[in-house]
Nanobody, 115 residues
Framework: QVQLVESGGGSVQAGGSLRLSCAAS????????MGWYRQAPGKQRELVAV???????NYADSVKVRFTISRDNVKNTVFLQMNSLKPEDTAVYYC?????????WGQGTQVTVSS
């Protein structure tokens, strides 16, 4: 059984920063992709940033330069450093782990950016 536990969400003013963390536990295939998606009210869930276990990463255009994804492969943890936050970044952020044959989701953590 794989579990993802997220932390680090909260409320911040525009221009501020937050750091999200997600720790995966259980039987985890060593070759995997971990990352973050978000869902704002009334919108579909969208990719924010993902990083593979071999060092590749991908970002949504809207967060490039402002957000940085990183991983600790030994601890099966992924981080998302979010800088220069904007009100449009407000959403529930979900951690995702993708392995051959399936994927897992965290429970979500709220990020609220006020103007």
């Amino acid at each position: 059984q794989v579990q993802l536990v997220e932390s680090g969400g909260g409320s911040v003013q525009a221009g501020g920063s937050l750091r999200l963390s997600c720790a995966a536990s259980g039987r985890i295939f060593s070759i995997n992709t971990m990352g973050w998606y978000r869902q704002a009210p009334g919108k579909q869930r969208e990719l924010v940033a993902v990083a593979t276990s071999v060092g590749n990463s991908n970002y949504a255009d809207s967060v490039k330069v402002r957000f940085t994804i990183s991983r600790d492969n030994v601890k099966n943890t992924v981080f998302l450093q979010m800088n220069s936050l904007k009100p449009e970044d407000t959403a529930v952020y979900y951690c995702n782990l993708r392995v051959p044959g399936g994927e897992y989701w965290g429970q979500g953590t709220q990020v609220t950016v006020s103007s």
